[in-house]
Nanobody, 123 residues
Framework: VQLQASGGGLVQAGGSLRLSCRASRRTASNNAMGWFRQAPGKEREFVASVSWSGRDTRYSESVEGRFTISRGYAENTMDLQMNTLKPEDTAVYYC?????????????????WGQGTLVTVSS
């Protein structure tokens, strides 16, 4: 059971990045998936979640309207398009697979976690 996140990097404020997460077939074929982030000195926080079908999504207030989560074209993949990035978006971003099929915001509802990818937004 593995989740592999990629796509992080350094970007200027106002710019865009696209994160991707690939899950092993057994992990996420019928599970909701999500993104969390953890900034230095802060607790991990929910960013976005997508249902197993891709039809339902949920976002934190801080990213609503700027980020878009989607199931990828390839099986068991998930993407996070991040636009209009702000310095406060700087964090390590983690992808995760939930225990159930519906969108969830609590970290305790997620069973599998990736290793994280660093996003740095400069002012």
């Amino acid at each position: 059971v593995q989740l592999q996140a990629s796509g992080g990097g350094l970007v200027q404020a106002g710019g865009s990045l696209r994160l991707s997460c690939r899950a092993s077939r057994r992990t996420a074929s019928n599970n909701a998936m999500g993104w969390f982030r953890q900034a230095p000195g802060k607790e991990r926080e929910f960013v976005a979640s997508v249902s197993w079908s891709g039809r339902d999504t949920r976002y934190s207030e801080s990213v609503e309207g700027r980020f878009t989560i989607s199931r990828g074209y390839a099986e068991n993949t998930m993407d996070l398009q991040m636009n209009t990035l702000k310095p406060e978006d700087t964090a390590v971003y983690y992808c995760a697979a939930a225990r159930g099929s519906g969108v969830v915001t609590s970290a305790t509802s997620y069973q599998y976690w990736g290793q994280g990818t660093l996003v740095t937004v400069s002012s």
